[in-house]
Nanobody
């Protein structure tokens, strides 16, 4: 079955860290970029980060310097390391598959994982 499955979400205090995983099955990640998106209650979905098939990483200004995206093609998994988390990072985080570069359409989405930052 072709799918993306996110994991690693949870409840964390401000300033804390989480690492999200996006595991692919049914296809190989080698030829795809993977983007991370988030949607907070009452807000539109926004792009957080993306990594291209050759490892070029992009970040939204709101997470630059705090989040790091990486990929392990051998494990068919992309990670999002989130440090110095803020209250406003609370959202459902989803990963999505695109073509080789991050500027191609995303055509496969995971179900999402909840990240809650609360004191």
């Amino acid at each position: 079955q072709v799918q993306l499955v996110e994991s690693g979400g949870g409840l964390v205090h401000p300033g804390g860290s989480l690492r999200l995983s996006c595991a692919a099955s049914g296809f190989t990640l080698d030829y795809h970029s993977i983007g991370w998106f988030r949607q907070a209650p009452g807000k539109e979905r926004e792009g957080v980060s993306c990594i291209s098939s050759d490892g070029v990483a992009l970040y939204a200004d709101s997470v630059k310097g705090r989040f790091t995206i990486s990929r392990d093609n051998a494990k068919n998994t992309v990670y999002l390391q989130m440090n110095s988390l803020k209250l406003e990072d609370t959202a459902i985080y989803s990963c999505a598959r695109a073509g080789r570069t991050c500027h191609t359409p995303h055509n496969l989405w995971g179900q999402g994982t909840q990240v809650t930052v609360s004191s």
